[in-house]
């Protein structure tokens, strides 16, 4: 079963970067499509970028412009750069396979920003 692990959470202020990363314990991982989801208190997961085996990325509109998924899939391994934080990007970030999840979910890695 694959086990998925989130890293590179943290503080950060308004305007600041942060670049998370996923470790997939399986290489299927590096074969179909990844994503990263994003939960904020109270409200749905919600999917904000993602990327396919050749490296083909779409991004939900909050995010455009700010986030760059990339993968190394020789590492089994999902990055999310994002730049330009802003407040309501605040969540527990998660990766997964996309559209679709279909990995058991990992711990996520928090995300916040001040104002």
């Known amino acids: 079963q694959v086990q998925l692990v989130e890293s590179g959470g943290g503080l950060v202020q308004a305007g600041g970067s942060l670049r998370l990363s996923c470790v997939a314990s399986?290489?299927?991982?590096?074969?179909?499509?990844m994503g990263w989801y994003r939960q904020a208190p109270g409200k749905q997961r919600e999917l904000v970028a993602d990327i396919t085996s050749r490296g083909m990325t779409t991004y939900v509109d909050s995010v455009k412009g700010r986030f760059t998924i990339s993968r190394d899939n020789a590492k089994n391994t999902v990055y999310l750069q994002m730049n330009s934080l802003k407040p309501e990007d605040t969540s527990v970030y998660y990766c997964?396979?996309?559209?679709?999840?279909?990995?058991?979910w990992g711990q996520g890695t928090q995300v916040t920003v001040s104002s």
């Open positions: 399986g290489s299927i991982a590096s074969i179909i499509t």
């Open positions: 997964n396979g996309a559209p679709r999840f279909i990995f058991q």
